[in-house]
C-alpha cells in the first residue's frame, strides 16, 4: 500500500515520499490487483460451471438417494412386511462398495467425463427402476443399481472436481462435494 510505505520511508530517514512517487506506487499496486482479478476471471468459464453442475448433481443425488426411503415406508406396497422394507432399504448400502470398487477402474478405462456419463446413466436406470416398480423386489433391485451408482459417485465426483479445478478454487471445489451431498 502506499501510505504503508510512506510510513515506512519516513520512520527510516524522516522524509515523506514526494506525489509522483505515492502515484507511481498506487498505479502499480493497482495494476497487480486488476491482473489477480483478470486472471481469477479467465480461470472461471462456461464449461467449468457445467461440469460442476453435473457433478454436484451427481453427489446430490447420492444425499437425496440416502433418505429417500424414510416417509413412504407406510405408504408404498400396503401388505409388505419390515423384513421386505429392511432389505430394500440396506440394499443401497450394499450396492455402494460395489460402485466404489469398480469407479477406480472405469475412471481410468472411460476418463473422467465418460465415467460421469455412464454413472449419470445408472442413477437414471435405478431411479426409473424404482419408479415404476409393481413389487418389493424390483425396488431392492433398484436400490442397490442405486447404491452402486451413490458408490460410484463419491468416487468419481472428488477425483473429477479435483483434477478440474483451477488451483484458486481447489478448496472451493473440495467442499462443494460434502455440501451437495449434505443438501440432497
Not at 502506499?2 to 510510513?7: F, H, K, L, T
Amino acid at each position: 500500500d502506499s501510505m504503508e510505505a510512506d510510513q515506512l520511508s519516513f520512520s527510516q530517514n524522516n522524509k515523506r515520499m514526494s506525489e509522483a512517487e505515492l502515484n507511481s506506487r498506487r498505479s502499480y499496486t493497482s495494476l497487480l490487483l486488476l491482473d489477480e482479478f483478470e486472471m481469477d476471471a479467465v480461470l472461471v468459464t462456461t464449461p467449468l460451471i457445467i461440469a460442476i453442475f453435473v457433478a454436484g448433481i451427481s453427489q446430490f443425488l447420492v444425499g437425496y438417494n440416502t433418505s429417500v426411503m424414510n416417509s413412504p415406508s407406510s405408504v408404498v406396497f400396503q401388505g409388505h412386511n419390515t423384513f421386505q422394507w429392511s432389505v430394500a432399504v440396506s440394499a443401497f448400502a450394499v450396492g455402494g462398495p460395489f460402485g466404489a470398487i469398480m469407479a477406480g477402474s472405469l475412471v481410468d478405462t472411460r476418463g473422467r467425463r465418460g465415467a460421469l456419463t455412464i454413472n449419470t446413466y445408472t442413477f437414471l436406470g435405478g431411479g426409473i427402476l424404482q419408479t415404476f416398480a409393481t413389487n418389493m423386489l424390483f425396488i431392492t433391485i433398484a436400490r442397490f443399481i442405486i447404491g452402486f451408482a451413490s458408490g460410484f459417485s463419491s468416487v468419481l465426483v472428488p477425483i473429477f472436481l479435483g483434477e478440474l479445478a483451477p488451483p484458486t478454487l481447489r478448496g472451493t471445489l473440495g467442499t462443494l462435494t460434502q455440501f451437495c451431498l449434505v443438501t440432497g
